[in-house]
């Protein structure tokens, strides 16, 4: 299964920014429903670190947010992303300073 950019979970996010809250959550019930069966015999999990928490999404999330210094692995392709979509508006000189 695939969680990163998930079809079935994209077309829930336009139903509910199409203010279809209904139906946006029926189709995510379709995620949710399709990861539960995934999880039973599929490695899920994105982070390529080794990990007492690989594949334990509650445990790895509760663990960062609690200590708040970082983002799980998992997250960040996802933040990095964002982060250049706003750096566009400044063509891209936070990026170029980081470097």
């Known amino acids: 299964m695939i969680i ?8 829930a996010m ?4 199409r203010g279809e809250r209904a139906e946006g959550l029926k189709i995510q019930d379709e995620f949710v429903n399709a990861l539960r069966e995934a999880i039973k015999t599929q ?5 390529k ?5 690989h594949g334990k ?3 790895c999330v509760a663990i960062h ?7 799980p692995n998992c997250f960040q392709p996802m933040v990095n992303k ?12 936070m990026v170029k300073n980081l470097k």
């Open 4 to 11: 990163d950019e998930n079809p079935i979970e994209k077309e």
């Open 14 to 17: 336009e139903y509910f920014h």
């Open 43 to 47: 490695d899920h999990c994105s982070c």
């Open 49 to 53: 670190k080794p990990c007492k928490y």
């Open 57 to 59: 999404c509650l445990e």
């Open 65 to 71: 947010r609690a200590h708040q210094e970082h983002l």
């Open 82 to 93: 964002k982060i250049e979509i706003l750096s566009e508006l400044t063509e891209h000189t």
